[in-house]
Every structure is written in C-alpha cells, then in structure tokens.
C-alpha cells in the first residue's frame, strides 16, 4: 500500500480541521490511515502523556508512518487538546472530554457551512 504524505491530503481552511496528515480525528482516538495504528483519548489523562506519544512515534519507520507523522500528530494534539504551552506538560488533561468537546466545534462548524 502506497504511503499517503502530508502534501497528498488537501489542505483546510476549517478553523476545526478533522485531519492532520495521516492524522484522522475520531471520538475515541485518532487514527493514523497508514497504518493499523491509533491512540485513544482516553489514555492523553496529562501533558506528559502527550509527549510520551510524541517520543514514541519519533522512533518510528517514517516510510510507514509517514514522513511528517511527529508534527501532524503534534497539530492534532494542539487543536484537540488545546495544548500550546511548555506549561501545559504540568496540566491534567481530560482527552476523552476534549475529544467530546471537538466532535461538538466539528458539527457546530459543518452546521454553519451549509
């Protein structure tokens, strides 16, 4: 299966976009479409989590994941999450409920498109 690049998705003008890259926003987690790989919301409980995901995903096969998985999984995190800030590591973070919340910006924004 081809690997798909930041640079094939189209890009968005949405102030709430639902794709970072390979990056796709779900209610429970985001899933990664190049591969069988996805991180469930409910497991971001703090900043320290988010970067613990970041590492991770810094060690891995950029042909697989893709070349710009860091940074767009980065993007997801600050758009969904609302982090934006060193401090924001020392924060308790409720991703579950922020996903929530972003699903509800998401129909809100869809809403007003048409």
Same mark, same amino acid.
């Given at each position: ?12 003008? =949405?102030? !709430?976009?639902? $794709? &970072? ?8 987690? %985001?899933?990664? *479409?190049? =591969?069988? !790989?996805?991180? $469930? &919301? ?8 988010? %970067?613990?995901? *970041? ?60």
């Amino acid at each position: 299966m081809p690997i798909t690049r930041s640079s094939d998705f189209p890009k968005s003008d =949405a102030r !709430y976009p639902d $794709q &970072w890259g390979p990056w796709k926003f779900q209610v429970s987690g %985001l899933k990664n *479409v190049n =591969a069988d !790989y996805s991180i $469930q &919301w409910a497991r971001i409980n703090h900043g320290t989590d988010v %970067l613990a995901w *970041v590492i991770q995903l810094s060690n891995k096969n950029r042909s697989l994941y893709g070349a710009t998985v860091v940074q767009d999984l980065v993007d997801a995190f600050k758009d969904v999450l609302g982090l934006c800030m060193m401090n924001d590591a020392e924060k308790p973070v409720n991703g579950a409920q922020k996903a929530k919340e972003y699903r509800r910006k998401l129909k809100e924004q869809a809403l007003s498109a048409k």
